[in-house]
């Protein structure tokens, strides 16, 4: 179970490098048609070059098979998503490589119905990009309960 | 479609979003998601694997519809104009569900000379029943 012990807990920095091809197969599986994720030409005139949904960065999560993730210790089982929250602060293009950074930033409890007792983490990813500016902060709020819950 | 340019003085408190809904959601959309995201949790394609964890079925990544529902702002407001993007999941989503995507103007302002529009925003399934919650803040550029 996650504690308040687990604030500031950092992950391993992992570098990846944001591709045209993963943009265009991405938007696809989210329904997204914006001729922008589809051809880099409509992309160049309105936006300066190919940039990513604005969910895209959450792929990191997977991409780095969970390595820059701070080790909390969660039971699966009992996990879900509760939030998830982005910031764009400068944007991002194809091409560029991103290095992130994740941080527990909050573990808190509330007491739930069904699910028992649940416990929040919160965990900021910031990114950075090839020239050190921040551009982004994905912020996750994870939940475990106390029990396995089915609906 | 090329989206019409949205300008800080087109947009008022209490303005909608243009709705739009994704229908019939199948494993295969949930697949699909699975391979963009890498998201590979069984519980999301493996029948045997989401019984087991207590579901009458696999059900879609909570991303995924937050993927869904953020095209609504960024064909509004313009991916690059995008400043914040939040949700909060409320009801997971089945396959063969329909989800509609919308969203309503909450504030204008301008805020260290930045043109800020903020809105709530929000995905319901078929029965009516909210399955995300969510906002978003974006930054316009002015006609003048």
Known sequence: MADKGDIGKVGKPITIRIEAGKIREFAKSVKDANPVYYDEGVAKTELGGVMPPPTFLMTLAHWDDGEGRPHVKMDLRRVLHGEQEFEYLKPVYAGDVLTAVTKVTNVFEKSGGRGGTMTFVVMDTDFTNQKGEKVAIARSTTIETGQVVAR | ?144
Not at chain 2, 106 to 119: F, P, Q, S
Request: glycine letters at 10%; charged letters at 25%.
């Open chain 2, 1 to 144: 479609m090329a989206r019409k340019k949205l300008y800080f003085e087109d947009v008022k408190e209490g303005d909608e979003l243009p709705s739009f809904t994704v229908e019939n959601l199948t494993r295969t959309d949930f697949v699909k998601y699975a391979g963009s995201s890498g998201d590979f949790n069984p519980i999301h394609h493996d029948q045997t694997f989401a019984e087991v964890s207590g579901n009458p079925t696999v059900f879609a990544m909570g991303m995924m519809n937050a993927g869904i529902l953020s095209r609504l702002v960024s064909d509004y407001a313009g991916l690059e104009n995008l400043r914040k993007y939040k949700v909060r999941f409320a009801t997971r989503v089945w396959p063969g569900d329909s989800v509609t995507c919308k969203g309503k103007i909450t504030n204008k302002a301008v805020e260290n000379g930045e043109k800020i529009i903020e809105g709530d925003i929000m995905a319901l399934n078929q029965k009516g029943e909210v399955t995300i919650q969510g906002s978003f803040r974006a930054a316009l550029s002015s006609r003048t």
